[in-house]
């Protein structure tokens, strides 16, 4: 039987680079891992595409889905759903690939009750300023909508006690070095070494 792929959680701060961070790891690995789209009510920011950056959903559409089962974890974050489709996940690790799921810390704790196994990795910021600064530079949200997502950073970041890991991401190559690092230790440690990484532990 072919065996399950390894569910890797990002969460932290709003504006602390998981975004940023998870498609420079793509676009240096884009074999290992499937990242997992999610839906929101939100609406798109100017260049996001439907399907790619999100699915976007109206409310109705929204509460419709988790009505009928189809999300594996749901959060409702600063005025807006989001929430991680469960038939992709489950399909997607039943091929033995990784999936990487980019969420806020309440999807996240719902996510670790269903895979306790699950590899959680909170992205810390330098400092709440450079959060802030990096933020109000992406250019994308109002005053307002910067100050609720500030608040919910301070909150979320009490809660980096509940991840396996926690990685700061003072320059974007040191934050994507160590999760590399932290999936292969994680792949050896269950003794699914891939076949890249067995070439390293070969003795002649
Ligand atoms: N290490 C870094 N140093 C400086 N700026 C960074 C760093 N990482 C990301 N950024 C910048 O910070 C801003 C926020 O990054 P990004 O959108 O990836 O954050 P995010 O955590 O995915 O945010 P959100 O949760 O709101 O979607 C972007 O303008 C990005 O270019
Ligand atoms: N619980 C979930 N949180 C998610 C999901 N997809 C994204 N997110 C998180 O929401 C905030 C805000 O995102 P933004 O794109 O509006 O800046 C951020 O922390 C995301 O990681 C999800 O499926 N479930």
Do not use: C, W
């Amino acid at each position: 039987m072919q065996e399950k792929g390894l569910l890797i959680v990002l969460s932290g701060p709003s504006g602390v680079g998981k975004g940023t961070v998870r498609k420079e790891i793509f676009s240096q690995e884009d074999t290992a891992f499937e990242y997992s789209i999610s839906m929101t009510t939100r609406a798109p920011r100017q260049g996001e595409v439907n399907g790619v950056d999100y699915f976007f959903k109206t409310r109705e559409e929204f509460e419709a889905l988790i009505k009928q089962g189809k999300l594996l974890e749901y959060a409702e974050f600063v005025g807006n759903y989001y929430g991680t489709p469960v038939d992709y996940v489950q399909e997607t690790l039943n091929k033995g690939k990784d999936v990487f799921l980019e969420i806020e810390v309440e999807g996240a704790k719902q996510v670790r009750e269903k895979f306790p196994d699950g590899l959680f990795i909170f992205l810390v910021p330098p400092s709440l300023s450079e959060l802030k600064k990096r933020i109000v530079t992406r250019g994308t949200e109002s005053e307002e909508v910067i100050n609720n997502r500030m608040n919910a950073a301070k909150e979320e970041i009490e809660m980096m006690h509940l991840y396996d890991y926690v990685v700061e991401n003072d320059k974007v190559e040191n934050a994507v070095e160590k999760i590399k690092a932290i999936v292969i230790a994680e792949h050896l440690r269950r003794e699914r070494v891939e076949p890249k990484y067995k070439r390293m532990l070969e003795v002649n």
